[in-house]
């Protein structure tokens, strides 16, 4: 998987990092200096962003958008295997309880909390695998495209005031 300018994104998946977007995903003022970087990223012919806030405060205005969840039991059996592939010696109880953990803090947070984007497409990823994921996702942008959406609505709007 490619990471930021194509390098290894396995650093950026770590639990550190995961534990420290989450905390630092709470301070209004870190999020409004990040958002103008973020949205500097639109550009034709368009972008595909993950991320808990991408819908929601990021790219509201964008063509497509899926709220991509699962059970939080397949997602800790996951998580824990992607870890144990990097070497870790994990518990899927504590995984599990890591990922439940920042659930709640992330719905619960005043600021841009963890919910559904208007428009979103709600994708249940609990019983499909990555290849099936990503096939569904890309039916979903090919569908967008031949209904007229596209890179032309995908360019950034000068006016976009969108609140954090």
């Known amino acids: 998987m490619g ?10 998946e770590s639990e550190e ?11 209004a003022g870190a999020r409004a200096a990040l958002l103008p970087l973020q949205r500097s990223m639109r550009r034709p012919p368009g972008l595909v962003a993950e991320g808990r806030d ?5 790219f509201p205005d964008a063509v497509v958008k899926i709220f991509l969840d699962a059970d939080l039991d397949a997602r800790a059996e996951r998580r824990a ?6 070497g870790a010696s994990v518990k899927i109880s504590d995984v599990r309880a890591r990922l439940a953990a920042r659930d ?10 963890l919910r ?16 099936e994921i990503a096939e569904a996702v890309a039916a979903l942008f090919f ?9 032309e609505q995908n360019k950034p709007d000068a006016k976009d005031e ?3």
């Open 3 to 12: 990471g930021v300018g194509g390098g290894d994104s396995l650093e950026l």
């Open 17 to 27: 990092v995961g534990r420290a977007a989450s905390a630092l995903a709470a301070f």
């Open 54 to 58: 991408m819908g929601t405060v990021v």
């Open 81 to 86: 295997e992607e870890l144990r592939k990097r």
């Open 104 to 113: 709640a803090k992330d719905k619960g947070r005043l600021c841009a909390p």
């Open 116 to 131: 559904p984007a208007d428009g979103a497409f709600p994708m249940d990823g609990t019983l499909l695998s990555a290849k």
């Open 143 to 151: 569908d967008a495209a031949r209904a007229g959406g596209g890179a």
């Open 162 to 164: 969108t609140k954090i």
